[in-house]
C-alpha cells in the first residue's frame, strides 16, 4: 500500500509539473508575441493633432482596419479625462493607455491635442504625430455647418462672440497651431506626418507607417459637411 500511495504521488507530481509547464510556456509566448509586435512597429502611440472636420473620423477608421487599438472623440470623455489628468498631475492618457491611435481628442471648451501635444510627446516617447489639414476657408465652412449649424452657435455662446468673431478665432487657431507644430517637429520629420485631407492619398500613411497592415486601401469619406 506504503509503494502505491509513493507511486500515486509522483504521478501526481510529475502531471502538476507537466501542467505547470504547459502554463508558463504559454504566458511567456504570449509575452514573447506582444514583445515583437512592439519592435516590430518601432513606435509607441499615435496621436491625429489636428482640427476636426479635417477627416479626423476618416483617419479613425482607416487606422481601425490595421488592428491597432484606436480611439475617436469618445463622446468628448477623452479629451475631459486627459484635462482632468493634466489638472491632477496624472498621465495624460491615465485610463487610456490600453489604445495606441488617438483622434478627434476635442471637448469645447478644450481642446488636448492642440494645448498639450507637447506634453504627450514627452510624456509618451517614440510616438508619432499626424497633422491633418485641408483648405483653411473649406475647413472654416465646414465647421461653421457642422450639426446644422449648432457647432458654431455652441460656440457663439460659450466665447460670448458673434459668429464672424467666431470665424475669425478659429482662422488664428488654425493658422497658430499649424505654425507651432511646424516648428516643433521641424529637426523630427520621421516624428510627425503633415496629411492633406484635398491631395494625399492613404499611400502617404501606408509608406510613413510602414509596419502596419491596413486592410483598407483608401480613407472613406464620414461626418462630411463640406
Given at each position: 500500500?506504503?509503494?502505491?500511495?509513493?507511486k500515486?504521488?509522483?504521478?501526481?507530481?510529475?502531471?502538476?509539473?507537466?501542467?505547470?509547464?504547459?502554463?508558463?510556456?504559454?504566458?511567456?509566448?504570449?509575452?514573447?508575441?506582444?514583445?515583437?509586435?512592439?519592435?516590430?512597429?518601432?513606435?509607441?502611440?499615435?496621436?491625429?493633432?489636428?482640427?476636426?472636420?479635417?477627416?479626423?473620423?476618416?483617419?479613425?477608421?482607416?487606422?481601425?482596419?490595421?488592428?491597432?487599438?484606436?480611439?475617436?472623440?469618445?463622446?468628448?470623455?477623452?479629451?475631459?479625462?486627459?484635462?482632468?489628468?493634466?489638472?491632477?498631475?496624472?498621465?495624460?492618457?491615465?485610463?487610456?493607455?490600453d489604445?495606441?491611435?488617438?483622434?478627434?481628442?476635442?471637448?469645447?471648451?478644450?481642446?488636448?491635442h492642440?494645448?498639450?501635444?507637447?506634453?504627450?510627446?514627452?510624456?509618451?516617447?517614440?510616438?508619432?504625430?499626424?497633422?491633418?489639414?485641408?483648405?483653411?476657408?473649406?475647413?472654416?465652412?465646414?465647421?461653421?455647418?457642422?450639426?446644422?449649424?449648432?457647432?458654431?452657435?455652441?460656440?457663439?455662446?460659450?466665447?460670448?462672440?458673434?459668429?464672424?468673431?467666431?470665424?475669425?478665432?478659429?482662422?488664428?487657431?488654425?493658422?497658430?497651431?499649424?505654425?507651432?507644430?511646424?516648428?516643433?517637429?521641424?529637426?523630427?520629420?520621421?516624428?510627425l506626418?503633415?496629411?492633406?485631407?484635398?491631395?494625399?492619398?492613404?499611400?502617404?500613411?501606408?509608406?510613413?507607417?510602414?509596419?502596419?497592415?491596413?486592410?483598407?486601401?483608401?480613407?472613406?469619406?464620414?461626418?462630411?459637411?463640406?
Amino acid at each position: 500500500m506504503k509503494i502505491e500511495k509513493y507511486k500515486l504521488f509522483i504521478y501526481g507530481f510529475v502531471i502538476c509539473s507537466i501542467l505547470s509547464y504547459i502554463v508558463y510556456s504559454f504566458v511567456l509566448v504570449n509575452k514573447s508575441i506582444e514583445m515583437f509586435k512592439n519592435r516590430e512597429h518601432n513606435f509607441n502611440k499615435i496621436f491625429q493633432i489636428g482640427f476636426n472636420k479635417c477627416g479626423t473620423t476618416s483617419l479613425f477608421k482607416y487606422f481601425e482596419s490595421a488592428n491597432i487599438k484606436c480611439v475617436h472623440w469618445d463622446e468628448g470623455k477623452l479629451a475631459d479625462t486627459i484635462i482632468h489628468n493634466f489638472k491632477n498631475n496624472k498621465p495624460l492618457l491615465k485610463n487610456y493607455e490600453d489604445y495606441t491611435f488617438f483622434s478627434d481628442m476635442e471637448n469645447m471648451p478644450f481642446y488636448p491635442h492642440v494645448e498639450h501635444y507637447k506634453l504627450l510627446d514627452k510624456q509618451y516617447p517614440n510616438s508619432k504625430f499626424i497633422l491633418n489639414i485641408r483648405k483653411k476657408q473649406d475647413w472654416l465652412k465646414s465647421r461653421e455647418k457642422h450639426g446644422s449649424g449648432q457647432y458654431i452657435k455652441n460656440r457663439m455662446n460659450i466665447y460670448n462672440l458673434n459668429k464672424d468673431k467666431v470665424i475669425e478665432k478659429w482662422s488664428k487657431e488654425w493658422d497658430n497651431h499649424l505654425k507651432d507644430v511646424k516648428e516643433y517637429f521641424k529637426k523630427r520629420p520621421n516624428d510627425l506626418l503633415i496629411y492633406d485631407i484635398d491631395i494625399d492619398s492613404s499611400d502617404k500613411i501606408n509608406y510613413f507607417f510602414p509596419t502596419l497592415n491596413f486592410k483598407s486601401t483608401v480613407l472613406g469619406t464620414y461626418n462630411k459637411t463640406n
